[in-house]
């Protein structure tokens, strides 16, 4: 990755709104979620959402794909992995196992384990 292209995407990024919808794309996996339901989990007003998703698209950090009547966005995995390497590169030295960090971790690894919340007073 070019150094240009890691400014344009942390800089997509660097906003409450885009970086909240990039987080939930995360989660939501391969198949990502239309702008709609974008919308509506994180109370972004369609024409707003609609400028800070074609950031994130523009960034080439989500792509989106027309279902229907709605545009469906998912993760770009792909630009996301590159971003990570090329911001682990030099990592101790040039040496990332030093970190105790690979790059296969940072992106689509194993999803950790779900943490459960224990209820109050249950046994």
């Not at 974008?38 to 400028?51: K, N």
Request: hydrophobic residues 40%; charged residues 25%; contains cysteine.
């Amino acid at each position: 990755m070019e150094s240009k292209n890691a400014v344009a995407a942390l800089a997509a990024l660097a906003q409450e709104s885009r970086l909240a919808a990039f987080r939930l794309l995360v989660v939501a996996g391969p198949e990502g979620m239309p702008a709609g339901e974008i919308g509506e989990e994180l109370a972004i007003p369609p024409a707003t959402l609609s400028f800070h998703l074609k950031e994130l698209v523009h960034a080439g950090l989500i792509e989106s794909r027309r279902e229907s009547r709605s545009i469906r966005y998912s993760l770009c995995t792909a630009a996301v992995k590159e971003l990570f390497e090329f911001l682990m590169e030099d990592c101790c030295q040039g040496r990332p196992e030093l970190c105790g960090v690979q790059a296969e971790q940072l992106c689509c690894g194993p999803p950790p384990p779900k943490r459960t919340a224990k209820r109050r007073g249950a046994s």
